[in-house]
């Protein structure tokens, strides 16, 4: 994926906010997807068909192989051609939850669903 145009014309890279002590390749990232969940219990794995409810969770990627260091993915990521390839793996998945949307018309507060 192409770093995107704001930072690439800033010369910054994306990654100049984290603070040191948290500077490793594996990131936390939190998603939402609406694709159907492969039935393995012992696997979390989404397949590429759309489902009714939408899972949330928590996904550990990892940026760049091994011996990839962080001030060599920190300088990609300001890039717009990248000198090597930022290889991407998921190190871990945790499916947090997953609810099935409201109908169109309705809204969820504290109460329950409104009808509108």
């Given amino acids: 994926m192409p770093t995107p145009l704001l930072f690439t014309e800033l010369g910054v890279s994306s990654l100049e906010h984290i603070p040191k002590n948290e500077r490793w390749n594996p990131r936390r ?8 969940r492969d039935p393995n219990l012992q696997r979390i794995q989404y397949t590429n068909q759309e489902s009714e409810k ?3 969770g928590l996904a550990l ?6 011996d990839m260091t962080w ?4 300088e990609a990521s300001g890039k717009r051609k990248r000198d090597q390839i ?3 793996s ?3 998945l ?5 609810y099935e949307p409201l109908p169109k018309g309705h ?3 504290t109460t329950g669903s409104i009808d509108f």
Avoid: C, H, P, Q
């Fill in 29 to 36: 990232i939190y998603y939402a997807t609406s694709r159907k």
């Fill in 54 to 56: 939408i899972s949330m």
């Fill in 61 to 66: 990627v990892g940026f760049g192989g091994s």
């Fill in 71 to 74: 001030s060599t993915l920190n």
């Fill in 86 to 88: 930022v290889e991407l």
């Fill in 90 to 92: 998921i190190a871990g």
């Fill in 94 to 98: 945790l499916e947090t939850g997953s």
């Fill in 107 to 109: 809204i969820l507060d």
